[in-house]
């Protein structure tokens, strides 16, 4: 059975079902942002900076790689490629996943392997098929720039060494809880504007309930940030499993992301899928075994329109 999220109260008319209105329970409004944690206080200062640096290609060995390559804020912050390509045209495993709304994922990567996006920014900055540097080298070549000392000691002011490993992640994870999607259709439904929705789309989100799909895909993010196994066809990725070595997470992958899904093709951690119509029925055979008809896939696809929310406006920063 699926649990109810808890969700705002909102206003509903005489002109709604009964039955429409019980349906709000399950699902909650996005906020404007993300837990903050206690030990990253969110500041204009390092929002800044972590801006400059979430577009700065001086971070990767070849100085042609930033963290935007792969999470282009025009392609809804992915690269809309199967899988990532990266240092000397070498091409990953795993599709980009996007990063809007990751402040709210309860960890980071598609095996979890990061729990936090402070974490998470120093990954790719090291892998060899990404960016492929080492922090020494990449840290030596912002202390080089002119500016980028003056850009971290405003930043981090109490710190003796400001231009470090700890404050680059500081950062680029601070600017990134900013990239937040809210007053999607469903978000304005929810706080009480009926007509947000079409019929479709509350035909939708009535079958997202009772197929199933919100026991993995619930809360304000649409993920339970928890991992599951799933046989995507042809992939053998071991998942999870190549973290905890546990025969449970073997093929499993955390649960990814609703938002702004109609925007992130494609699909799935290899990037195989490449249309909602292609997903919904693999994971209704693959995690809820059932078989879904061509209406109730329809009526999911056309919910799932309604969870594509405001994009974040950020012009490219003119770097140091």
């Known amino acids: 059975m699926a649990v109810a999220s808890q969700a705002s109260a909102a206003p509903t008319s005489d002109t709604e079902s009964a039955e429409q209105q019980d349906y709000r329970q399950y699902f909650t409004p996005l906020p404007s942002l993300p837990p903050i944690p206690a030990d990253n ?34 392609l809804a912050w992915t690269d809309r490629l199967p899988t990532a390509v990266g240092h000397d045209g070498q091409t990953g495993e795993r599709n980009s996943p996007t ?19 402070e974490g998470q920014a120093l990954g790719p900055i090291q892998n060899s098929i990404e960016m492929a540097h080492d922090l020494d080298g990449a840290l030596a ?28 992640a500081d950062a680029i994870a601070s600017f990134e809880r ?18 947000a929705l079409t019929d479709q789309q509350k035909a939708g989100m009535k079958d997202f309930v009772d197929v199933g799909c919100i026991s993995c895909h619930r809360g304000a993010n649409f993920s339970d940030s928890l991992f599951h196994p799933i046989q995507v066809p042809g992939s053998d990725d071991l998942g999870r499993f190549a973290v905890t070595n546990e025969e449970s997470d073997r093929q ?36 809820l075994k059932r078989e879904l008809d061509e209406a109730t896939v329809d009526r999911l696809v056309s919910f799932l329109h309604a969870l ?12 140091p």
């Open 308 to 319: 594509t929310g405001e994009q974040p406006v950020v012009t490219v920063p003119a770097l």
């Open 41 to 74: 206080s969110l500041t204009a200062e390092k929002v800044a900076l972590g801006k400059m640096l979430f577009f700065e290609p001086r971070l990767s060995k070849s100085s042609n790689i930033s963290c935007a390559s792969c999470h282009n804020p025009a």
């Open 178 to 195: 900013t990239l937040n999607t809210p007053n999607a259709p469903l978000d304005r439904y929810l706080l009480g504007d009926e007509a």
């Open 99 to 117: 990063v809007l709304n990751s402040g709210f994922l309860g960890s980071q990567f598609w095996d979890g392997r990061e729990p936090d996006l």
């Open 141 to 168: 070549r912002l202390s080089a720039v002119d500016g980028y000392s003056d850009h971290f000691q405003t930043a981090f002011p109490a710190d003796e060494a400001p231009l470090s490993s700890g404050n680059l």
């Open 252 to 287: 499993a992958f955390r649960t990814a992301s609703l938002r702004n899904v109609a925007l992130t093709y494609p699909y799935f951690h290899d990037g195989s899928a490449e249309t909602l119509e292609d997903v919904v029925p693999i994971m209704g055979e693959q995690m």
